[in-house]
Structures are given as C-alpha cells and as structure tokens.
C-alpha cells in the first residue's frame, strides 16, 4: 500500500514534443506529491509539486495533472527540449510520516535535437 | 547559500567493512533524510533524523545506523558491508515542518 508506480520505465521524445509521465498510488493518507528531476551524477531536484485538493498545477513547461479519485497523478513537459534529458522521479508523502518519500521507479527522458 | 554536502563522494570498500558517510545539511534545516539508490529498487528510505532523533526508520536491516549531531550535521554507517550494499547513498534535509527536500550529490560506495 506503500508503492507508487510510475510508467513508462523510459521515454523518447522529439524537441518540441510534449512529455507525459504517470504515476499511481494506493495510500489515500498520502497529502504531497512531489516530482524530482535527476541528472547523472547528481542528486534529485525538486521540480513540481502538488496536494491532492488541487487538481493540476502549472510551473512555465511543467504541469502536474492530479485525479484523486482514481489515485493517479501524471507530469506533463510541454515544448521538450534536450536539456530536459534526465531522470525523473514522482513521489508521494503521508500524513504523520514526517518526511519521508516514496519514490516510483523513475522514468529516463531522452529528448532528441 | 551553501546546499546538502556529502563526503565522501566516490568510496570503494571490501566485504565485511564498515563505511561512515557524511552529510552536511542546509544551514538552519534541521532534518536529515537519507536514502539508498541502486537500478534495482530506485530510491528507498533509509531514516530521518530531527533535532538529534531518529524520526522515522526505512525497511533496512540493522547493519545501516545513522546519527545527527547538535549542529544538525549528520552521518550514517553500514556494517559487515555486503555486495548488494553497491549503491547511490543520498542525503537530504529540509526546514522545519517543510515538505521541500533538498538532495546532496551523493556518495557512491561501490562494495567488492
């Protein structure tokens, strides 16, 4: 009840095309979903983040889009551009679990010029 | 403003050593979160330290440990490393009854 799952494991995408990563969870006490991007040899970097009484937030190319009833969030990168090339992470946090996260499994972006 | 430091950064170890990582956070954050990643099982939660205690503890078995000092720094330690103990080991600390976690780079111990 702990997992989020996040698809697709990795993704290609022409510059200029519109990238979409979904994530699902089970845990209804789960109240802040974050994204992190990831490039090599770094840590992750807050990119997004959302509560579940929003439905989609919006932050210049980057929206997450929220459906609290069938428990599923998603990232949308519109204009993809190369320097988007990374790894990214959705997550999620509960209620009285101080700050824990519990991350999907990451999905690679590759962005082609 | 200085961000989460870690040391070492890179560490090669045998098995049945021991390894202690360090991590410096944001200064005026006072929790610490650290997190193990490997390709296999992505990132998962190690412990979370607060005001110098132990807040939260991560499905791992006793041989990983961690501590915070008064000056919010932080280190963790695995004992009897095994091979599988190959990872990104990532800190990351953030403001009092904040959500936002900020990563360090990581120390990547390689076990062999």
């Known amino acids: 009840q702990q997992q989020v799952k996040q698809s697709p494991q990795s993704l290609i995408v022409q510059k200029g095309g519109i990238s979409i990563i979904n994530c699902a969870y089970e845990n209804t006490a789960f109240d802040y979903f974050p994204w992190y991007q990831q490039f090599p040899g770094k840590g992750p970097a807050l990119l997004i983040a959302?509560?579940?009484?929003?439905s989609e937030k919006k932050e210049g190319r980057f929206t997450i889009s929220f459906n609290k009833s069938a428990k599923q969030f998603s990232l949308h990168i519109m204009d993809s551009q190369p320097g988007d090339s990374a790894t990214y992470f959705c997550?999620?946090?509960?209620?009285?679990?101080?700050?824990?996260?519990?991350f999907g499994e990451g999905t690679q972006l590759t962005v082609n010029p | 403003k200085a961000g989460v430091t870690q040391t070492p950064r890179y560490l090669i170890k045998t098995r049945g050593q021991q390894v202690t990582l360090s991590c410096s956070p944001i200064?005026?954050?006072?929790?610490v979160s650290w997190y193990q990643q490997t390709p296999g099982q992505g990132l998962q939660f190690l412990f979370e330290y607060f005001s110098e205690t132990q807040r939260n503890k991560g499905n791992f078995p006793g041989r990983f440990s961690g501590r915070q000092f008064s000056n919010s720094r932080s280190e963790m330690n695995v004992s009897t490393l095994e091979l599988g103990d190959s990872a990104l080991y990532l800190c990351?600390?953030?403001?009092?009854?904040?959500?936002?976690?900020?990563f360090g780079a990581g120390s990547r111990l390689t076990v062999l």
């Open positions: 959302i509560r579940p009484d929003v």
């Open positions: 997550a999620a946090r509960g209620g009285t679990s101080g700050s824990r996260l519990t």
């Open positions: 990351a600390s953030n403001p009092s009854g904040a959500n936002v976690l900020t």
């Open positions: 200064s005026g954050h006072r929790s």
